[in-house]
């Protein structure tokens, strides 16, 4: 690459040209950063702290808070540099970095929410085996796997990324380095690449995907055998929270993938690209936090904890 590429530096485009514009948005993209980080990591301390949350699925929430912090910080805090200096280039290992992590923590939270997701079918369809098969060294090692399956799944693709020759231009049209933009830069047939990026892409979105869909159809399946209106109304709200994440993080993704025909194309991809590096982050805590009883109590619990440590500093 060292002898062919003559590419040192991207220019990113952005979101905008307009600099009235560009203001406006850096100041929300902050405040939104800002609330993603607070969030996830509120969603992180309850859990940690709270012994009613010591439970497999908050384990696993907790890992995905994690990721979360790390998608949206691999993006955000170079758009808002961008924005706020108005220097819009990336150095060549700036960039391959960015779309790396982009990929490696995209791709974990798309294996932790099918685990999630596992989890959640083993606890209402097999309750009496669940406290033997999800214990926490199980819950540990499929953390370990979800994390170990990403990197071996992003690592094909990413070692022939960094073979490609970049011979100018240099200007992407998005705010942030995605291989798809990238690979219309080079200069040599890119054909395998894309490739095995759609057979990687394919099985990291939907193959999770369908592991989510089957075991919330068994879930559905289960929940309508139960007789009383009530137990079926508080089994489904357990795994309510996780189906709107689910939703939502997979709705953003495969809407990337539809490209409608026109000029408006590449505005089009940066809106639900937008969505999904920011928007996504952000409402997973919310989400959480608003229609979950056992983190609403926990986090009930943990504020009257911490009002009474501040009066007795007082």
């Known amino acids: 690459m060292a ?3 003559t590419v040192r530096e991207f220019i990113l485009l952005g979101l905008t040209n307009n600099h009235q514009l560009t203001v406006g948005l850096f100041l929300i993209l902050l405040g939104i950063y800002l609330l993603t980080l607070i969030g996830n990591m509120l969603i992180i301390m309850i859990t940690l702290a709270n012994a009613q949350l010591y439970t497999p699925m908050y384990f696993f929430l907790r890992y995905v808070a994690w990721v979360e912090i790390g998608y949206v910080s691999t993006i955000v805090p170079k758009t808002l540099a961008n924005m706020a200096t108005g220097n819009k280039s990336i150095s060549l290992a700036g960039c391959f970095t960015q779309m790396f992590f982009y990929f490696f923590f995209g791709t974990t939270e798309f294996l932790l929410l099918a685990t999630m997701s596992v989890d959640r079918y083993i606890a209402i369809c097999n309750p009496l085996h669940y406290p033997t098969i999800m214990n926490e060294q199980i819950c540990s090692l499929l953390v370990l796997c979800c994390c170990a399956g990403s990197l071996s799944l992003i690592l094909v693709p990413s070692i022939l990324f960094l073979q490609i020759p970049f ?9 942030f380095c995605d291989n798809g933009f990238l690979i219309k830069l080079s200069c040599v047939d890119t054909g395998l690449l894309e490739l095995v990026n759609f057979l990687i892409s394919t099985l990291a979105l939907f193959g999770t995907l369908i592991i989510s869909i089957v075991s919330y159809i068994k879930i559905i399946c289960t929940i309508l055998r139960i007789p009383s209106t009530t137990g079926r109304k508080k089994t489904f709200s357990t795994c309510a929270s996780h189906m709107s994440v689910v939703s939502i993080t997979y709705g953003s993704c495969i809407f990337i993938y539809i490209r409608p025909e026109g000029s408006s194309q590449l505005e089009f991809n940066k809106i639900m690209a937008l969505l999904n590096t920011v928007m996504a982050p952000l409402l997973i805590p919310f989400i959480y936090c ?5 983190v609403q109590d926990a986090l009930g619990t943990e504020l ?3 009002v009474v440590f501040c009066k007795k500093l007082r």
Do not use: A, D, E, Y
């Open 167 to 175: 011979c100018g231009p240099n200007i992407v049209n998005h705010f």
């Open 290 to 294: 608003l229609r979950n009883k056992q």
């Open 3 to 5: 002898n062919s590429t």
């Open 304 to 306: 009257r904890r911490w």
